[in-house]
């Protein structure tokens, strides 16, 4: 059974600063992986899905990588933004099966 | 890009009383849609899957019964919870993917429900 934690599971940064969310998953046969964001009360925004032969995924300040091997995904957010606070999950699809979700971590950048 | 409509965004209902939740994909098929219910500060819970023109699939613990779920097209999924109890106050969201190789999950914007 596929199994998904994510460190930490909150961060409080400065404006400005770059950092790493952290995404590890218990069985590597996936079939992609997908970050999300949620702001509170919200639904499920998709920043970057990764497939299982693809190393990274980058879309403007985001840089997403994947090694499948030792079971871990990281989210890079470069010039963090007062914007950027909100919940993060990453939720992990392997084949024939349905997406297990992280538990997410809580980043607030503080302005 | 995919576009998920969930309706109604926020509920509030008497005890006993059932409410249905419309979970619509407005621009791709989805062929599956997925429910899920999420308790304050805590990730997402599956709590079905359902495909077009077939039962949903309930995860373990999950009363089908009280949960009803119904997919009779390729765009829309409705989740009713039937004689609600406070207990079952949470947010509940749907995410719908299509058949195309990416399988992108998208969300809809969740629905509060507030039983009273």
């Known amino acids: 059974k596929q199994e998904v934690t994510q460190i930490p599971a909150a961060l409080s940064v400065p404006e400005g600063e770059n950092l790493v969310l952290n995404c590890s998953f218990t069985?590597?046969?996936?079939?992609?992986l997908q970050w999300f964001r949620q702001d509170p009360g919200k639904g499920l925004t998709s920043l970057l899905l990764?497939?299982?032969?693809?190393r990274e995924q980058t879309s403007g300040r985001l840089n997403a990588s994947l090694d499948k091997s030792s079971g871990r995904s990281t989210l890079y957010i470069a010039a963090s933004q007062p914007g950027d606070s909100a919940t993060y999950l990453c939720?992990?699809?392997?084949?024939?099966?349905?997406?297990?979700f992280g538990p997410g971590t809580r980043l607030s950048v503080l302005p | 890009g995919a576009v998920v409509s969930q309706h109604p965004s926020r509920v509030i209902c008497k005890s006993g009383t059932s409410v249905k939740i419309e979970c619509r994909s407005l621009?791709?098929?989805?062929?599956?849609m997925f429910w899920y219910r999420q308790f304050p500060k805590k990730s997402l819970m599956l709590m079905a899957t359902?495909?077009?023109?077939?039962?949903?699939?309930?995860e373990q613990g999950v009363e089908k019964d009280k949960f009803l779920i119904n997919h009779a097209s390729l765009t829309l999924s409705t989740l009713t919870v039937t004689s609600a109890h406070p207990e079952d106050s949470s947010f509940y969201i749907c995410?719908?993917?299509?058949?195309?190789?990416?399988?992108?999950?998208?969300f809809g914007a969740g629905s509060r429900l507030t039983v009273l």
């Open positions: 995410s719908a993917t299509d058949s195309a190789g990416a399988n992108v999950l998208t």
């Open positions: 069985d590597s046969a996936i079939y992609n």
């Open positions: 990764i497939q299982s032969s693809q």
């Open positions: 939720a992990v699809r392997n084949y024939g099966q349905n997406f297990v």
């Open positions: 621009d791709f098929q989805a062929t599956t």
């Open positions: 359902s495909n077009e023109g077939s039962k949903a699939t309930y």
